[in-house]
């Protein structure tokens, strides 16, 4: 029997021109496809790879599946959509491996990055990551909500650029809001907020607001959402969209 | 005369098939080629390709040759390794739109994302950026020592996964040093830290220690190093090195 293996891949933001080489030569390896059905949906078809696709929200089971089909002889790729090491697939895969059956500690388990979102819409804008930057989750199905919000001020407060992953969904209409709430009380209201939704697939949309502005707008669970440090600046343009970027220096 | 355009490309970490394909595309397509010499060697060389390579520590200069190739007509690509809007060169081409000829505003400015050093190196040992996580320069190059300490000290203790760009250099010895001993007044001395150097390339070297383990060892200017949050673990495997990974969730 051949030696099963897992391959967490990156699919990028959505453009298969955004794909590593790496990643796509991984899914064509593969014999069996494993991802939330939207993601599963980008790969081609093609004889012999056997695709099992699933509801979001159920990624540890996913993963677990994963590794007993690799531990049977399989090769496995579990795709998520951006890179799969950033709020994706790949912690559950290893939470997966540290609470399951030793042996698959010793499984072949790699790891094929990916475009995440936040890089996607930075490239998209400009260079609004230009400085020292984070990146935090807004869900609080995981963490409790006032670990969030001393995280979003601590980093308000040190004046990062924020990126945030999972804004907002039906069941966390309000994170965002509050969100945006917190970084007016430690940064101007001109300071510039990108809304970049869907980056890279037909239906992109991308706009920039001051936070004043993005105070009073909406999202989905397709957007992500970049509020500007106190150095980022708005570049305008003639020709359409303004550029976004962070400058290099920070003055003393 | 065609309409001159600069692409702003991330090269990845090295090995060509960490390229997206749209990056690969847009430098079959440039007529200069602008970079710090380690990432122009990177790319080819081909009729009718010009190679500018220049030394480190001249970004601007770099950007405004770029910016007037492009306004006369030229078809320039800049490379940066990474991904180029993360403590690369596109923040430096956008602060010399801003700062250059009122015509630049207008050209054809894009940007192709890259795999940044944190998620390459990542994906190397598993899911490390897996919770919340910050990406920060140590360099005081162009910032104040002292937002750099302020910005550490608030990402530690709100429990951020951190990564370190540009951690040591022979003009900066020490800074790597001082954020280590400031990671462990807030987090345990078993906490799993990852040197990361050339990941992907064929001088590759990726090391994982405990934060205490961590504070004795060296890096150079090739490696990212990441410090791993409270909850970040390691899982031991019988066949090499542990998987390194930080849980989705955070415990109430």
Redesign the interface.
Known sequence: MSRGSVTVIGL?PG????????A??ALAQADDLIGYFPYVARVPERPGLVRHATDNRV?VDRARHALELAASGRRVAVVSGG?????AM??????A??QGELEW??LD?V??????AM??A???L????????????LSDN???WD?IT??LE??F????VVALYNPISSARPWQLGRALGLAAEFRAGTVPVIFARAVSRPDEAICVLTLDAAREATADMATIVIIGASGT?M?????GQP?V??????P?
Chains 1, 2 share one sequence.
């Open positions: 990028g453009d298969p021109r955004l794909l590593t080489v790496a796509s030569e990624e890179d799969p090491g950033v709020f790949a912690a559950a895969v290893f939470e491996v540290e500690r010793d388990i790891v094929e990055p990916g475009i995440t890089l996607a930075a490239a998209r400009g260079a609004p990551l230009g400085g020292d930057f984070c990146a935090l989750s995981l963490k409790p670990v001393a995280r601590a980093v407060r040190a004046d990062f600046r570049i305008e343009r003639a020709s550029f970027y962070t400058p290099r220096s920070v003393r």
